[in-house]
């Protein structure tokens, strides 16, 4: 009779810590990692690892699948990418507390903030509940291909509260302060990991409204996270902007207060800009002087460029706001691609090109001097020979040229790949620095998000592919960068119970064939909800995932297993 349920056998074993490999067993009993080292026992399934890497489940603490987990029964393209637990409910959008009357707001909010088409949300979303207990219930009910957790998103929320006085983005009384504090307090009380703010002003909802919580007051957000400290340690999440043009940012010094008063977990991006490239060590040194003087806060980091996607069948491409592309604009892309083709077309859009973009167009789409191809083989620190503009004046041609010519390749699924930040000088010295340090943690991935512009949920293949093997210059070991997305996204995050393989944690393990590692292109498909688009990218390498002892993929492919639950409440470690 076999001893265990699953044995994963002479794998080579990052076991989350960031010490050494080891050649080890790792055996699994009821969801949790029983035994590790050389067993004798058996297992009614038994993997064999011999020459592959064996590490925990990923931890990802900053995707948006609040929408998706009430229709799918995946989180992709995160699980393609060894995600074994997500953490959604970021930057301040989501769909509870919310009031009937109360549901298209939300949805164009989310519309605006994380580009999830509006038709997907109205067809998709179930809408039963009301509240945010209510909406804990309802997802409690899904199995999906990894665990899930929730934080209270600030938007909803206020709005519940306040109504259209939260639109109009009025300031909040006491009593409205008091009310949402008790709202946020409920959620922690069924099991939310904590709570999520946006203070961008680029957050904007489908209709380029500012969003109700952008400029709420510190005394607002202190009395949520004091209605937080009560129930102990949980996490305070804000998407902010930071000015350093006083030699301080305010923002910065106004969430190391809330974090050293209210003793929460905060929060918050930390990217670099083309407009400020030293910014973000700016900032990054105020994080750790405000450690130092005891608030636990760290930054987000992203582990390559946050790339911004332009092509035919995506939401940005840099021809819109020409008059003769924007009446094709809506053709089936065959027929989009057949008039492109055409010199009299190709003509006139690239003569239109060149006047005043219409204020409806976002001026990014222009900035495609500094772009470079997304090829069949995807690069994200690509040579600084092949951007735009350089290689434009190689080839002797314009660089909307050369664009035009990208995007109709393969049939018109040629993609423009735009990386808007982090990428400053054209390398990832940058976000090697981010990385080493200990005031950030590893976040910003977006998955479920930016569906038809952004594909970063493919972070965690990146990251172990490109840091530890394929990059050219400084690398980091297996060992730590496993570290980074599983034991200390756990850790940070309130998962205590995984991201570790040790005796006790739970079962999530991924077995990865390291030398064939690798990403495919991203490509557009329409599997959401009402035929929706969304960007999707393909893992090679991985020969296992594993969640709660149950194989959820095997080679590259999803078994049809759904193993994963809610995880409701911060977990201890075993």
């Excluded at 029964?73 to 009031?99: D, E, I, K, Q």
């Excluded at 750790?288 to 995506?314: C, H, K, N, W």
């Excluded at 995932?545 to 590259?556: K, P």
Aim: glycine residues 10%; contains cysteine; proline residues 6%.
């Amino acid at each position: 009779m076999s001893e265990f349920d699953l044995v994963v056998r002479n794998g080579t074993v990052a076991d989350g810590s960031g010490d050494e490999l080891q050649n080890i067993d790792v055996a699994i009993s009821d969801g949790k990692i029983a035994a590790i080292g050389q067993i004798s026992g058996t297992g009614k399934e038994e993997i064999d690892a011999t020459g592959k890497l064996v590490t925990p489940g990923y931890v990802d603490i900053h995707t948006h699948y609040d929408a998706q987990v009430t229709w799918d029964s995946r989180f992709s393209p995160s699980t393609n990418h060894g995600v074994t637990t997500v953490l959604m409910g970021n930057c301040g959008v989501g769909f509870a507390p919310c009031l009937p009357e109360q549901r298209e707001q939300m949805v164009e909010i989310m519309e605006g903030v994380e580009e999830i088409p509006n038709i997907v949300m109205t067809e998709g979303l179930p809408w039963n509940w009301e509240s945010f207990p209510e909406y804990m219930n309802a997802v409690e009910a899904r199995h999906m291909d990894a665990d899930f957790a929730v934080a209270v998103p600030h938007i909803p929320v206020r709005v519940y509260v306040m109504g259209q006085r939260a639109l109009d983005r009025e300031p909040a009384t006491g009593e409205d302060m008091q009310a949402m504090a008790k709202l946020v307090g409920e959620g922690l009380d069924v099991g939310a990991f904590g709570f999520s703010t946006t203070r961008v002003i680029g957050h904007r909802d489908a209709k380029g409204n500012q969003l109700p919580v952008t400029t709420a007051s510190e005394d607002e957000l202190m009395v949520i996270a004091d209605a937080m400290k009560k129930r102990g340690k949980s996490l305070f999440m804000s998407a902010s902007e930071f000015d350093t043009s006083l030699g301080f940012s305010s923002e910065l010094n106004m969430l190391a207060r809330i974090a050293k008063s209210s003793g929460q977990t905060v929060t918050f991006p930390l990217l670099q800009y083309d407009e400020y490239p030293g910014r973000w060590l700016e900032v990054a040194e105020a994080c750790a002087a405000a450690r130092t003087d005891g608030s636990d806060i760290y930054g987000q980091v992203v582990a390559r460029p946050v790339g911004v996607l332009f092509g035919l069948e995506l939401r940005l491409n840099p021809f819109q706001g020409c008059p003769t592309y924007d009446r094709i604009e809506t053709l089936p892309l065959a027929e989009r691609i057949a008039a492109m083709r055409k010199p009299e077309t190709r003509a006139a859009i690239l003569e239109e090109y060149k006047l005043p973009l219409n204020a409806d167009v976002p001026a990014m789409v222009r900035l495609i001097e500094r772009a470079y191809a997304m090829g069949k083989e995807p690069v994200y620190d690509p040579p600084e020979e092949t951007r735009f503009d350089r290689l434009a004046q190689i080839r002797g041609c314009t660089v909307s040229e050369l664009a035009y010519d990208v995007m109709l390749a393969d049939e018109g699924r040629g993609i423009i790949y735009f990386p808007a930040r982090n990428y400053t000088f054209e390398n990832l010295d940058i976000v090697e620095e981010m990385l080493g340090r200990a005031d950030t943690v590893l976040g910003l991935g977006d998955g479920g998000a930016h569906v038809g512009a952004i594909c970063d949920g493919s972070m965690q293949t990146y990251m172990l592919s490109y840091w530890t093997r394929d990059r050219k210059g400084k690398k980091l070991s297996v060992p730590e960068a496993v570290r980074m997305m599983t034991h200390e996204t756990a850790t940070i995050g309130g998962f205590g119970d995984r991201g570790l393989i040790a005796p006790g944690y739970k079962g999530d393990l991924n077995v990865i064939d390291y030398d064939r590692l690798a990403m495919g292109p991203p490509r557009v498909t329409y599997d959401l909800p009402a035929g929706g688009r969304r960007l999707y990218q393909e893992a090679f390498g991985y020969d296992a995932t594993i969640v709660s002892g149950v194989v959820t993929a095997r080679n590259d492919q999803p078994t049809g297993a759904l193993p994963g639950r809610l995880v409701r409440g911060r977990r201890q470690a075993p």
